[in-house]
């Protein structure tokens, strides 16, 4: 029963370096979702896809890149990272049309710091 | 657009205290709400969810109604735990989208 999974789990980056956050899910959910979870602001939504080949922009979709070539997984993609992405990023999967409905399954986070 | 305002925290009670959390929502058409609880160093999970008006989500303990008119979706539990201590976010659904609260952190104490 994996879920969904993230890698890694905290992550130091300097200004200017990129790097990929990683987002697997094994139930074949169509959905998959990137946060950011800022302190006292909740969580914002960086970029859905709503299957293989399709992605859109959510809420703060700005220094960051996404892909879906698959159903299982949905990378996140930071090209020069910046203090202002120091937060902590969740990954989540839904399939409205399946038997889980709307329900939305997180994984356990990535806590990145830029400096 | 569409937003979730949520009771602000942090909130500190004794164990088998009443708890509510309010919520309110502004959405276009006919949203689900939810309520989702995050433990320390963990992902969101639901903990429950109402999808038309005068629904009741139930779970754990933990009540919610979905009052279209007054656009809320109160949280409430007859007598906290310790174990309930956890950050809670209310959160609407418009279809493609979810909306989250900001949060509210509750502390039980024995």
């Known amino acids: 029963n994996a879920g969904v999974t993230q890698t890694p789990k905290f992550r130091i980056l300097k200004i200017g370096q990129s790097m990929t956050l990683q987002c697997t899910q094994d139930m074949n959910h169509n959905y998959m979702y990137w946060y950011r979870q800022d302190p006292g602001m909740g969580l914002k939504l960086i970029y859905y896809?709503?299957?293989?080949?399709?992605?859109d922009k959510g809420e703060v979709p700005n220094g960051y890149n996404v892909s879906r070539s698959t159903t299982e997984d949905f990378p996140l993609r930071l090209e020069l990272a910046a203090p202002s992405q120091t937060s902590v990023y969740f990954c989540?999967?839904?399939?409205?049309?399946?038997?889980?409905?709307?329900?939305?399954?997180f994984g356990s986070g990535t806590q990145l710091s830029v400096l | 657009g569409d937003s979730v305002t949520q009771m602000e925290g942090p909130v500190t009670l004794s164990e088998e205290a009443f708890l509510t959390i309010n919520c309110t929502y502004t959405?276009?058409?006919?949203?689900?709400l939810f309520w989702y609880v995050q433990y320390p160093g963990e992902g969101l999970q639901l903990l429950l969810k109402a999808t038309k008006a005068d629904d009741k989500g139930s779970n754990k303990g933990f009540e919610a109604t979905y009052r279209k008119e007054t656009t809320s979706f109160h949280l409430e539990k007859g007598s906290v735990q310790v174990s309930d201590s956890a950050v809670y976010f209310c959160a609407l659904n418009t279809g493609n989208q979810f909306y989250f609260g900001t949060g509210t952190s509750l502390t039980v104490i024995p």
């Open positions: 989540a999967s839904s399939s409205p049309g399946g038997p889980t409905g709307e329900k939305l399954f």
């Open positions: 896809s709503v299957g293989a080949g399709i992605t």
């Open positions: 959405a276009t058409g006919y949203p689900s």
